[in-house]
């Protein structure tokens, strides 16, 4: 079922959650302990996220070095298929620009398709970390909203090779994602909020947020996005804080503010397990706000843990 089906049939709020696919060489067992945990709660979809290849340099001998292509969290589509077979819950692989050609974008669609999967999200990934800024592959996407277009393009049964015939469309729910606190790479907020327009008027069918800690960026951009003609639905993206280090961790990698009644709580823990409850009381505080907003779902990033995320799910669900 598409994730706005399940948003038009719902009569509450609903949840979702995103997991991380194993370092390579890892099993998927620790997926399936996640999902064990969280099941109970109903899911919704559960998105899988796509991490683009990284470049090491190893030695090779007298001095040299050789730079090599390696994928540490492979196995985004296999990961999908099981989950749906095993808990018969509808799951939401994320694509991305960087690492794909046009060409091969297509064949995971085409991929994906024939397991029947019928929901993607599209993202255009972050740069390779030794690169600083984000380059296309060769006749690959540059932004998230020519991905975009490609998947709806498939949609309508126009594939790449212009010679095949009696070409089956694709049937796609397309979620893109949306900045409340504005996407670091733009501008200023009202660029931010052209450009997610602009995806919205291309076809994307929903919008999951970015992490926020103050549910006040939620709701103003909300806001702003039903004033600028934005109706598709809006769902907020969720972490509890879990650990001192996160409290710097967080707004460099995420580019977000931390409220200072967070800071403060955080910074007079006197453990890492104090920093833990506080996290998930403030995550729970930040649900049943939300709830009382109205929004559709309520998506939890677990990074790969259960833990938080179910003692959450217990207190709001």
Not at 50 to 70: A, I, M
Not at 90 to 117: M, Q
Not at 217 to 245: A, H, M, Q, W
């Amino acid at each position: 079922m598409k994730v706005t089906e399940h948003i038009s049939r719902a009569k509450k709020t609903l949840f979702s959650i995103e997991i991380l696919p194993p370092l390579k060489g890892q099993n998927i067992d620790s997926i399936f302990e996640t999902m064990d945990e969280l099941m109970q709660f109903e899911p919704a979809f559960v998105d899988v996220t796509y991490h683009r290849e990284e470049y090491v340099f190893r030695e090779v001998g007298s001095g040299l070095l050789e730079r090599r292509t390696v994928r540490k969290r492979p196995g985004t589509v296999g990961i999908c298929a099981a989950l749906m077979f095993r808990y018969h819950v509808d799951t939401v692989p994320h694509i991305i620009c960087g690492g794909f050609s046009r060409d091969e974008t297509e064949n995971a669609l085409i991929d994906l398709d024939f397991l029947g999967i019928d929901n993607v999200l599209v993202l255009r990934g972050d740069p390779i970390k030794s690169e600083g800024q984000f380059r296309p592959e060769p006749d690959g996407h540059r932004f998230a909203i020519d991905l975009l277009h490609q998947v709806k393009q498939l949609n309508n049964g126009d594939y790449l090779d212009g010679s095949l015939v009696k070409m089956s469309p694709t049937d796609f729910c397309i979620g893109v994602a949306g900045y409340p606190e504005k996407h670091f790479e733009a501008p200023n907020k009202n660029a931010d909020l052209r450009y997610l327009k602009m995806k919205v008027d291309a076809g994307a069918d929903y919008i999951v947020t970015q992490l926020f800690y103050d549910n006040q960026y939620y709701f103003d951009f909300v806001k702003r996005c039903r004033e600028e003609g934005i109706t598709v639905p809006i769902i907020p993206g969720l972490k509890p804080l879990t650990s001192k280090k996160q409290l710097s961790v967080i707004p460099h990698f995420f580019k977000i503010e931390l409220p200072e009644e967070l800071v403060i709580l955080v910074e007079k823990a006197k453990s890492e397990q104090e920093v833990r409850a506080i996290g998930e009381d403030w995550c729970i505080r930040q649900s049943r706000e939300l709830i009382d907003f109205g929004v559709p779902v309520l998506h939890y990033y677990t990074m790969g843990k259960a833990e938080s995320t179910s003692r959450i799910a217990k207190a709001v669900f």
